[in-house]
């Protein structure tokens, strides 16, 4: 390839790049949370689950919605909400929680708070400019479904760890029914 | 076995949210490189190297010239049975830049009476020297390789030898493209 190809983009010219840091860690600290769920609410994946779904569901938006305005303003607003809540999380694993390992700590900021806030601002002063990810895993056409599918199944899971009794009510319904069915089947 | 179930359990938890945050991510990295192609606007500029009436043009044939000089249409160009005919100018090529460029002439169909004519182009500089190879029509392939200095013209020849039998009603059309290298 000719280096003469080579186009820098500003992030100012692709702000979806902040929206997909974003969702990206709202996405780890679902895992996260979800990992280390001693020390943290049981609601925080699904929370940050959902985050990461309106993140996406946000950049559907920006891919129709042409207006340059919008889209940094929607993004930029977005990636300093996704920074916030690391920070926040970061925060109250300091105050609201002493007995978790300092080593623990330190990672988290030197692995995760620290590169994140680093590259978003190396990005919005230009130091870093925004590339093609090597490889996408789903279909654009996708999309809107996998949208859908993906709030369905955060509302799932906080429904099974919040409100569990309806879900059991069902199963257990579903259970009975197969039982019956197996009984009807042996007469 | 506490222990375990409890992992279990965790691991029960964790799988959806997992399967989830692939989803998230990787439809988003889709949507991503989407916007990522759109920010890399495909631009027009004008032609650098074109086409450009020759001395010909006019007086023993019909030369027009296409919107913006990427193609032209030659007509009414004869040739006598037994006997070459030769359109020296018909059209140039020229090359617009500010620096040297280089251009394929090649043969690329025909079609009409073909069995009975002979076809030869070729490309010449200002100077009067010939330039690449000749084409010869209907040979697949065939091609004249050229190097055009900026601001010069680049003239095409044509040698048109129809058999001995060939008809008053016999014609044929010959398309060439010239590729352009960036």
Not at chain 2, 85 to 97: L, P
């Amino acid at each position: 390839m000719d280096l003469g190809d080579l186009t820098m983009i500003s992030s100012l010219e692709l702000p979806e790049v902040y929206g997909l840091i974003g969702t990206f860690l709202f996405v780890f600290l679902s895992l996260y949370t979800a990992i280390f769920d001693r020390y943290h609410h049981k609601g925080f994946p699904y929370l940050y689950q959902a985050a990461a779904v309106a993140g996406f569901g946000q950049l559907i938006y920006s891919s129709i919605c042409g207006q340059i305005h919008v889209r940094l303003l929607s993004n930029l607003f977005y990636v300093v909400f996704s920074l916030t809540n690391v920070i926040g999380l970061f925060v109250r694993m300091l105050y609201r929680r002493p007995e978790l390992s300092n080593v623990l700590k330190c990672a988290y900021l030197f692995l995760i708070v620290l590169p994140s806030n680093l590259t978003v601002a190396s990005l919005y002063f230009g130091y870093l400019q925004p590339g093609p990810l090597p490889l996408s895993l789903f279909p654009l056409e996708a999309s809107p479904l996998l949208l859908v599918v993906s709030a369905i199944g955060v509302l799932a899971g906080v429904l099974a760890t919040n409100k569990p009794e309806p879900l059991r009510a069902v199963a257990n319904v579903t259970s009975v029914k197969i039982k019956l069915d197996n009984k009807t089947g042996k007469r | 076995m506490k222990v375990g179930l409890a992992m279990s359990r965790k691991t029960l938890r964790i799988l959806p949210l997992l399967i989830l945050s692939t989803i998230i991510a990787g439809a988003s990295a889709a949507v991503y490189n989407l916007m990522y192609m759109q920010a890399h606007g495909i631009g027009v500029e004008a032609a650098k190297v074109y086409f450009i009436e020759g001395s010909d043009s006019g007086t023993d044939c019909t030369v027009n010239i296409g919107t913006n000089g990427t193609y032209v249409k030659i007509s009414n160009m004869k040739g006598w049975p037994n006997a070459t005919r030769v359109y020296e100018n018909v059209t140039a090529i020229h090359n617009g830049d500010a620096s040297d460029r280089t251009a394929t002439l090649t043969f690329d169909s025909w079609s009409g009476d073909t069995p009975y004519v002979t076809i030869a182009v070729k490309v010449f500089n200002s100077a009067g020297t010939q330039q690449g190879n000749t084409i010869n029509v209907g040979t697949q392939g065939s091609s004249a390789s050229l190097t055009i200095p900026d601001g010069e013209n680049f003239r095409v020849q044509w040698e048109i030898k129809w058999n001995a039998g060939a008809l008053s009603s016999y014609s044929v059309s010959v398309t060439l493209s010239l590729r352009v290298n960036e």
